[in-house]
């Protein structure tokens, strides 16, 4: 597996210190593996602050030893590298074995925070989840995944991150011959509610339980000791997940494959493939090529979230009781209930976004109707909440120039003013709340597709600066304009590709 001696000895001075638990306890839910190795791999990026973070060394994997693990070329000590097991349910279709058929497990270590965290190599190769795949990955989607993780990280929105990404100096075809790539990403735990399923097709109720036992040690201890441990289990990862979709929402965030092989038990955004941010508020709003239907647009997430959580339930069902009516009974209420969890976690984000400190029950008809005034104006999401705050100082033309007629957006300011007094919020206080929650950068679909397609042609710079725009989201930059706009309109509608 090693290409060299050279790489052999850079590899045996960085030390990972893995404990590699999911080997260990889930037996049957992985298969060892091995990364395929890489022609001439170089680093195209690599995030020093991620690294202090795992508490690694930083300037040891900056270079030819750090290249050589993230490329597949060489394995750190004490990593298992393994391939997860998973089923899902894709678009609606449940398929019984997925898996990791272009990703590895290399290991987990403990970071600075004693949080565990999963180091995975994702595009090293084929492995038993392959299927027909080439277990590749090109560097247009591994830098995608690379510059929208860390982007939704800074949002403060929970997600995997990015450690590193190589290009291999191999070949991937796909419509046409790619750079191959591979990202390094880093996870709470790969666990997916597909993880959950694959077990239960199988019929294995002694593997569900290790895998559920697992996830709540790993996760959810506290639930360990709740009067009804795997109903707590449910309820937390539910609430977790309801979080996640509710930050999505917040700020245009369309995922756009929410299989539930894509929806992690840790409630991390994860799996980057044909997303992308909303500009314009539409809500039927479809970027993914292959989402004919328009299942995951950005208004059917919220229902998604509890479609996928109904199959999460559905495996858990015998460890909730073993009266099999009353398990069903307890997990449907559960269920039930995920959509009131999400609209509380979406309406104090929105509340948040428009000022409010202090609740009102006439809060909802006026989020909702500024949703319609922006809808009806075709006015962009980021930018009407981050200019918001220029109206509570006086000056409304920055936002009202975003409707098409400001009319109904105007008399809706009046009501939203008054609100504002009435909560005994400052101008001062209101605007400087709104700009801590609002963005004025969020990876626009333009600036990723520039970044992307001067980094196909070898240049990184484009790719670098967006990163680094994008490192601080709230603080608006003079000389960053150009990076707080939607893209001139066209006639094509803007598109996504899954990157497969
Ligand atoms: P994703 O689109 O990343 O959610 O992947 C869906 C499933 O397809 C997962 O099981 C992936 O491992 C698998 N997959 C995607 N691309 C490839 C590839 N190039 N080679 C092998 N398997 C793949
Ligand atoms: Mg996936």
């Known amino acids: 597996m090693l290409k060299s001696t050279d790489a052999m000895d850079a590899n045996n001075s960085v030390q990972f210190n893995f404990d590699n638990s999911f080997a260990r306890s889930l037996e049957g839910f992985f298969k060892p593996c091995q990364p395929e190795p890489s022609s001439s791999p170089k680093m195209l990026q690599f995030n020093h602050a991620l690294a202090k973070e795992l508490g690694l060394d930083p300037v040891m994997l900056d270079s030819e030893a ?70 590749k990955a090109a560097i247009g989607p591994v830098l995608r995944e690379y510059l929208v993780a860390e982007a939704m ?37 790969h666990i997916r509610v597909g993880t959950f399923q694959y077990g239960a097709t199988r019929g294995d109720v002694d593997k569900v339980r290790a895998l559920a036992d697992y996830a709540m040690a790993r996760h959810y201890p506290e639930t360990i000791s709740a009067e009804n441990p795997y109903l707590a289990f449910f309820e937390a990862v539910a609430n977790a997940q309801a979080a996640l979709v509710a930050r999505w929402m917040t700020v245009g965030f369309i995922h756009g494959v929410m299989n539930t092989d894509n929806m992690t038990i840790s409630g991390e955004t994860i799996d980057y493939g044909p997303c992308a941010f909303m500009d314009r508020y539409a809500p039927g709003t479809v970027f993914s090529s292959i989402d004919r239907q328009g299942r995951y647009a950005y208004a059917n997430q919220p229902a998604i979230l509890s479609w996928n959580l109904t199959r999460l339930a ?21 269920t039930e209930g995920v959509q009131a969890i999400y609209e509380t976690h979406w309406l104090n984000g929105m509340r948040a976004k428009i000022g409010l400190l202090k609740e009102d029950p006439q809060d909802l008809d006026l989020i909702n109707d500024l949703l319609w005034v922006m809808e009806d104006g075709k006015a962009d999401f980021t930018l009407v909440f981050r200019r918001l705050s220029q109206a509570l100082h006086g000056d409304s033309a920055p936002v009202q120039q975003l409707f098409n007629q400001s009319g109904a957006f105007d008399v809706w300011t009046r009501r939203w003013k008054k609100r504002l007094e009435q909560n005994g919020v400052t101008a001062e206080a209101g605007a400087q709340a709104m700009d801590g929650v609002n963005p004025i950068y969020i990876p626009r679909n333009h600036k990723v597709e520039e970044a992307l397609t001067a980094a196909n042609q070898g240049d990184m710079a484009p790719f670098s600066k967006l990163l680094e725009v994008l490192a601080h989201p709230f603080d608006e930059i003079k000389g960053n304009e150009a990076y707080t706009t939607p893209a001139p309109a066209t006639d094509r509608r803007y598109q996504t590709f899954c990157g497969t």
């Open 66 to 135: 750090g290249l050589a693990i993230f490329s597949g070329n060489a394995i750190p000590e004490g990593s298992e590298p393994l391939a997860q097991a998973y089923a899902g349910h894709q678009f609606g279709g449940f398929a019984p074995q997925l898996g990791d058929g272009r990703a590895l497990l290399l290991g987990e270590l403990i970071d600075t925070r004693q949080q565990r965290r999963d180091i995975q190599l994702k595009g090293s190769g084929r492995t038993p989840f392959s299927r027909g795949g080439d277990g």
């Open 153 to 189: 990280h800074t949002l403060g929105i929970p997600t995997t991150r990015a450690l590193a990404a190589v290009t291999t100096g191999d070949e991937v075809y796909r419509h046409s011959a790619l750079a191959g790539a591979i990202l390094t990403r880093v996870a709470a735990s």
């Open 314 to 334: 559905e495996t858990l069902i015998r460890f909730v009781d073993s009266d099999q009516d009353k398990a069903i009974k307890l997990l449907t209420e559960s």
